[in-house]
């Protein structure tokens, strides 16, 4: 059977992603149709008023628990699964409630779907962090903007269903997500560079500019999906349309540009986009209001669902170079989102229900200018952060290939010949280590030594990273743990790495990499 690399060198796709093509992760789009159903009435109106701003309060608030237990202790593999199952879990029974409470008008019962849909989509949503973090920029791009499409065509289709249905259809997505999330962790993403943890250098100002600049953008699209009044403005099929099909048409813009077109793809390209497309909404509002007010909300929510892909393939892109664990990375970021756009909410709400005047519409227009200005002013820079520009590709120089004759054996004898004196002198000063000791290197050392063996036996990345963990004395469980992987990928990595070093043992990789 090919393995990752194989099947990447005969598909063209793959030669663009840097991958073979991976459906499974895809399985974002089904998390996306069921959020879109249960949390915004599959948008036939702007929200779904008191029920959206309560459910989206709890999960911003689930976001910072989450993002503070995994600073305080990163996550473990079964911890992760666990998140994916309750989940699943919540998600389906607050779909259950939401039709119970809208069969029977009971107030108490829709509140508690709220609180339960809001806990809930940020478990389901949140798994897939840890998912999407293995993967390279081009295919994290691809598969992020992919699922957003894929997740507002479903989400169109499912709103000109009769809303029973509609909320019935919807209670099987977060089935389809889990199964597919956790087929996604098991194949292989194929080779992918070694990404440095250069965002743990990054000033702590940077972390703030970031946060700061969603948290008013967030606020300037909270005020313009309840404007002017507060309450939510009604989509006929011509806005929807307008609404999920804009998101769709981005969408594939972004990734025939980045990915087919090869452009470099620049967080001020895409921030650009998210200002225009508010600045434009806000603009048909204040005005043309009236008839055009649907449509105006319509390119909002452009803008809104839009900022789901940027953020997503943002933060996948940050937690790849930081060793802070990827669900304090996404937690944080994303409460800083949702909890200032549900302010923004509230806000608006709270001057419609004070009594809608001029002096109040000019003041709630002036509250956006500001905020999109001071994101403007926070964000729109590629040179936030300062140690490495967002997007920017790890790449690594094609190396030279070795001579065919090469071989582990003349390679290692030729090491060791060079590296007796100074052998010799080590052992003198600290005595014989384990043979695991010797082999285990970090920081310079390790990519010494994974820059020797990817160069001198043609190992792909992936190999690469295999046989410096097998050469630290690593079981096969943990590097599967450690890189993602499931241990048969790992077994079958293994065999490639003992096949081209010509070794046939652990001991003999070990002795190989302390010799060379």
């Given amino acids: 059977m090919p393995n990752a690399d194989e099947t990447a060198r005969a598909n063209p796709l793959a030669t663009l992603t840097g991958g073979p093509f991976l459906p499974s ?27 959206t701003i309560v459910n989206q309060l709890f999960y911003g608030l689930a976001m910072i628990v989450g993002g503070t237990m995994a600073l305080r ?45 809001g806990i809930g989509s940020a478990l389901g949503g949140g798994m897939w962090t840890t998912a999407y973090v293995r993967l390279g920029l081009r295919q994290s791009v691809l598969y992020g903007f992919l699922s957003l499409a894929l997740g507002s065509a479903g989400g169109l289709a499912l709103s000109f269903l009769p809303e029973t249905l509609s909320y019935t ?44 600049g969603l948290a008013v953008f967030g606020l300037a699209l909270g005020v313009s999906r309840g404007f002017p009044a507060g309450e939510p403005v009604p989509m006929d099929a011509v806005q929807r349309i307008v609404h999920q099909m804009g998101v769709v048409i981005v969408s594939l813009f972004i990734i025939w540009w980045f990915i087919v077109k090869r452009k470099r793809l620049s967080f001020s ?49 940050v937690a790849r170079h930081t060793t802070t664990d990827v669900y304090a990375v996404y937690g944080f970021a994303w409460a800083s989102r949702v909890l200032s756009r549900d302010a923004g909410r509230v806000l608006v709400m709270a001057l419609g229900a004070a009594g809608l005047s001029s002096y109040a519409v000019t003041a ?14 926070l964000l729109l820079s590629d040179g936030i952060p300062r140690r490495r520009p967002l997007f920017a590709q790890d790449e690594r120089p094609v190396p030279e290939r070795p001579k065919a004759n090469t071989n582990a054996a ?11 004196v100074g052998h010799a002198g080590a052992k003198k000063i600290g005595g014989e280590r384990d043979a695991a000791g010797n082999a285990a290197e970090t920081g310079a050392d390790a990519n010494e030594a994974g820059d020797w063996l990817r160069d001198t036996f043609d190992l792909s990345e992936r190999e690469t990273q295999v046989a410096l963990l097998i050469a630290q004395g690593r079981s096969k469980a943990y590097i599967a743990e450690a890189l993602f992987l499931s241990e048969n990928t790992v077994r079958t990595h293994a065999k490639n790495v003992y096949a081209k070093l010509g070794v046939h043992s652990k001991q003999e990789l070990i002795d190989l990499a302390h010799n060379r």
């Fill in 169 to 212: 259809t919807s209670m099987f997505m977060p089935a389809l997500a889990l199964l597919c999330y956790q087929r996604a962790l098991k194949v292989d993403v194929g080779a992918q560079p070694a990404p440095e943890p250069v965002y743990d250098r990054e000033p702590r100002t940077t972390m703030l500019f970031i946060f700061g």
């Fill in 364 to 377: 709630v227009i002036g509250i956006v200018v500001f905020a999109l200005a001071a994101s403007m002013a």
């Fill in 410 to 420: 003349t390679v290692a004898a030729e090491g060791a010949a060079a590296k007796e």
């Fill in 73 to 117: 202790k990163p996550f473990s593999k079964r911890a992760r699964m666990a998140v994916a199952w309750l989940g699943f879990a919540i998600m389906t029974f607050s779909t259950v409630l939401i039709l119970a409470g809208k069969e029977t008008n009971a107030v108490a019962i829709l509140a508690t779907a709220s609180v339960c849909a």
């Fill in 25 to 51: 992760f895809l399985g974002l789009a089904a998390t996306r149709v069921w959020l879109q159903s249960n949390l915004f009435a599959s948008y036939t109106q702007s929200d779904d008023g008191m029920f």
């Fill in 269 to 317: 390209f895409l921030w650009r986009i998210e200002i225009m497309l508010v600045a434009a909404g806000m603009l048909v509002l204040s005005v043309l209001p009236g008839h055009f007010t649907g449509l105006a909300i319509a390119v909002v929510n452009i803008a809104d669902t839009l900022m789901l892909g940027v953020l997503w393939v943002t933060l996948q892109d």
